[in-house]
């Protein structure tokens, strides 16, 4: 591992497991794809034999996360058990604002630090995530989720300058079906003025976001919508 984790460069992937299954897996590892693409960075395997390897991984009790790393040195894959309390989805998050700009959001490379200063100082704060502010005023995701938000019965979310989540595109695909969804980059002011916010992860999922820099969202509380699309992607894993 300390040699995998040395090199400059690097991509991963993190996978979890809903009752021993890896989620969308053919999707995580096309992305892993792309993004060692992007760096120049060869992945030996087929997707048979990794996709098999990481099934041997998801062979544990309870639920899992993996992490897929993948540098010029080699490949490791961590499998951890999950622990989160569950209150995140009863209660909602908080979330903090920090100024981050990405350089090339779309890649999941181990080169993060920017991003990884931001959530640790959000996290030390008692917050959930660090929302990543652009120079422009916008703020596409947040460190280690994506962002949505809610006004006036329209789901928002941004379609550039992000990583393209997994998690996001299957609620995507779920909210379509019964809400009007529009693609935008918020400002800090359009979160304090939604009904409604959230975030996705592959790790929990939807996670509704309460208060922003200890600002409440709507009436501070899950909103509609937002326990609807959570109802329906717990019917989806």
């Given at each position: ?116 200063t931001a959530y ?101 509380k899950p909103g509609p919508i ?12």
């Open positions: 591992m300390s040699v995998i984790m040395k090199n400059h460069r690097g991509v991963f992937e993190t996978i979890r497991t809903y009752r021993g299954r890896p989620f969308e897996l053919p999707a995580h590892l096309r992305r892993l794809r792309a993004s060692a693409r992007t760096l120049r960075i060869p992945i030996l395997e087929n997707n048979r034999s990794l996709t098999q390897r990481i099934i041997t991984q998801c062979r544990i009790r309870g639920e899992t996360r993996l992490k897929i790393i993948v540098t010029p040195s080699g490949r490791l894959i961590e499998a951890t058990a999950l622990r989160f309390s569950k209150k995140i989805y009863t209660s909602g998050v908080a979330v903090a604002t920090y100024q981050v700009e990405r350089k090339n959001p779309a890649v999941k490379s181990i080169e993060r630090k920017a991003e990884d640790a100082k959000a996290s030390n704060r008692g917050y959930f995530d660090a929302l990543l502010v652009r120079r422009d005023a916008t703020i596409p995701e947040a460190s280690r989720s994506n962002l949505f938000l809610v006004k006036h019965g329209i789901i928002y979310t941004a379609n550039r300058h992000i990583l393209y989540g997994i998690t996001r595109a299957v609620i995507l695909q779920l909210a379509k079906r019964s809400f009007k969804i529009d693609y935008f980059l918020p400002t800090l002011h359009d979160l304090y003025e939604a009904d409604e916010c959230f975030l996705t992860r592959t790790s929990t999922g939807i996670v509704p976001v309460v208060k922003v820099n200890r600002r409440k969202i709507g009436n501070g937002t326990k609807q699309l959570m109802k329906l992607f717990e019917r989806y894993v």
